[in-house]
């Protein structure tokens, strides 16, 4: 496994603190670990390569030790400003701090460096959710556009969808989140799990 499939096994796995992930095709039955990148070469006097640095930040944020894997990715955008991956990270860490408007800042910058890449715009949703509902929804919208098979961001634009008064849309958003999983349909609001039509229905043939 090559190191962005390393890295994106976090990257999927990071948004499981909120309950969902991001990643709408199948994530690894258990993220991939390289032992041999534990070792920090800085120490020996090496300078540390980024791929080197990325792998060691991975490695660390895997196992829990987010205090160490925050050092290294930090160093890795000391090196690299414009490292989405590690950009990414911090602000996941950040993220599960509850440090709000620091993971809003390092998702920026991993987005300044690709405008698409989906984690860092759901996990950035994700965080807006509660103070600025506009604004995810208008980012769930743009994480759907760049794939529409990501049924976890179409569940959570459903629900904002429905608080914001906007029941059609999110009856759409529903249907399509429960077409692309079925297991999510528990997690949809029960007046949405059926058409109008079939509600009718069933009302009639009382």
Do not use: H
């Not at 670990?33 to 120490?43: L, P």
């Not at 690709?114 to 984690?119: E, I, L, S, T, V």
């Not at 807006?128 to 506009?134: D, F, H, Q």
């Amino acid at each position: 496994m090559d190191m962005r499939q390393i890295f994106g096994s976090l990257a999927c796995g990071a948004v499981l603190l909120t309950g969902v992930t991001a990643c709408s095709d199948k994530p690894a039955e258990k993220p991939q670990t390289n032992n041999a990148g534990n070792t920090d070469k800085s120490n020996g006097g090496t300078e540390t390569k980024p791929e080197d640095l990325l792998k060691l930040g991975v490695e660390q944020g895997q196992a829990g030790n987010f205090d160490a894997a925050k050092v290294t990715f930090e160093k890795l955008v000391d090196a690299e400003a414009d490292n989405k991956f590690a950009w990414f990270n911090l602000g996941y860490i950040a993220q599960s701090r509850n440090q709000a408007d620091e993971a809003i800042n390092n998702y920026d910058k991993a987005l300044a460096a690709d405008a698409n890449y989906k984690p860092a715009l759901y996990n950035k949703a994700i965080v807006l959710e509660g103070k600025a509902p506009t604004t995810a929804i208008d980012i769930y919208r743009k994480v759907v556009s760049i794939d529409d098979k990501s049924s976890t961001a179409y569940l959570r634009l459903g629900m904002l969808l429905s608080q914001s008064g906007e029941d059609a849309a999110a009856r759409d958003a529903f249907k399509t989140a429960i077409r692309l999983d079925k297991g999510l349909t528990s997690a949809v609001p029960a007046k949405y799990r059926t058409t109008p039509a079939a509600r009718s229905s069933t009302s009639a043939g009382r």
